[in-house]
């Protein structure tokens, strides 16, 4: 499609443009005021709006208010103030094109050079649960407006979004007599429209949630938190955004020590995080639970009486996976708990709360991270994920599937045991956090083999045994964890063998979602095998 203004130039990254008027209105107004005097001593004269303009004046830095720019008075509670010609057109004013210049001088309207606005913060206003009117009335109108027509014309305004960015401009005009470089304000352009499609996209996704039915556009945002080295391999570039959810994580930790993570410690970080969170708060009432995790997939989960019993008993389950794995608790990591991990080589340790001695301790491993989140992840909140494919997203709800005692269903001759059925809770409770096809062993509220993302169910179910000899044979027990061992599978068996794998191994309960047509073989087999069988009528894939 040609210019509609053939006439004007190819944008020079090199061009400088003279700052002389800023507008500035602001939400953050932590660094307004030496922001403010360094512009002013610049030089700049200064436009702003309502609370901004008066923190500004009071401060005794000379501004004029915007209304004087309008001839306009600010009305319905600020919500018409920017929307006006004298302001648009000094952002979109082309100083290039007679026209512009003409009609800028014809109708009075200023050029501004300078545009420093932070969005309303409906964000932060979601985050803390706030109201619907509350989150609507932090729907940004003007701001995002004009960040939008200063950012079109990049060519001649220099557009700030937040104080980082007006210290860049700082450091520009400082270099270049008072003026910044073409190179600097397309930079700022680019963030502006990303910042701008990022705040669009959290308003549109907050409606979402509060309709029912599907979007007809998927919206998609986020804030950078971390450039990484590389992504899966070192040829892949990646970084890390959040995405606005305040969800309790690894998006959310504070890292207290250690080298940066990586985007494979993420991954796996927030898969250890979000499954240890099924076993509740251990300072809330709910006993101490400890996953490790390696690939995504767990190689060990224990619920036990205290953080140490329930980290040896995960470890137990795959102690040669465990080694550069990710480890997560549910509750306070304490000093005793430190030791035991520190036997280990982690990659990283996540947990609510840790104690001091307990990170004085990590503080002497530079390699391990130990992050902080202050809370869990409730495994029952609604929430979405997605995931890009070749031309398009999908997009689903998190698995926040969760199956009530009085939904089980028990379809063979015996019943399970009060201990069996104890671990086939559990076994469920980790299944939906195990890449598919998958089979969980649970014996004593530890897991006691793990077979994960095989193509075949049967191959799973011999996979988990197999770890379960394996871990036998390296701590010297008698017979593997699985004899006497509770079962669970994310989805159906789709025959008797399966099953039967499970039942070779040791296991005398199950837990699976049922609904296979072979179903009626599937019980008979196990009533044959004095098994105990419970259905869920839901199943947990997880690809």
Known sequence: ????????????????????????SV???????????????????????????????????????????????????????TLHPMVHGGLLGDRDLESHKDAMHT??????????????????????????????????IGGPAMIRAAAKNHAHVAVCTDADDVDAVLSDMDANDGMTTGTLRQKLAAKTYARSAAYDAAI??????????????????????????????????????????????????????????????????DAAYELVAEFGRADAGDKPAVAIIKHANPCGVAVANSFVEAYKNALACDPVSAFGGIVALNGRLDKDTAKEILKVFTEVVIAPSADDDAIALFAKKKNLRLLIVGDLPDPKAPSMTQRNVGGGILVQDRDNGYVADEDLKVVTKRAPTETEMADLRMAWKVAKHVKSNAIIYVKDGSTAGIGAGQMSRIDSARIAARKAVDAQESAGWETPHTHGCACASDAFFPFADGMLAAAAAGATAIIQPGGSIRDDEVIKAADENNIAMVFTGMRHFRH
């Open 1 to 24: 499609m040609p210019s509609p203004n053939p006439d004007l130039p190819d944008f020079d990254p090199a061009r400088l443009s003279a700052v002389k008027r800023a507008l500035i």
């Open 27 to 81: 939400s953050d107004k932590s660094r307004l005021i030496d922001q403010a005097k360094a512009l002013h001593e610049r030089g700049v004269k200064l436009v702003s709006t309502g609370g901004t303009h008066k923190a500004i004046l009071a401060a005794g830095i000379p501004v004029k208010d915007v209304s004087e720019l309008t001839k306009f008075p600010e009305m319905m509670d600020g919500r018409v103030k």
């Open 107 to 140: 109708h009075g309207i200023l050029s501004i050079d300078l545009l420093i606005v932070n969005l309303y913060p409906f964000e932060k206003a979601v985050a803390s649960g706030g109201s619907y009117e509350m989150c609507v009335e932090n729907i940004d």
């Open 204 to 269: 549109a996704n907050w409606f979402a949630s509060q309709l029912s039915g599907t979007p007809a556009f998927s919206a998609q945002g986020g804030t950078l938190k971390q450039e990484l080295r590389y992504g899966e391999n070192p040829h892949q570039t990646a970084a890390f955004y959040t995405d606005g959810s305040n969800r309790p994580g690894v998006a959310t930790a504070t890292q207290f020590q250690g080298k940066a993570l990586s985007y494979n410690n993420i991954n796996d970080t």
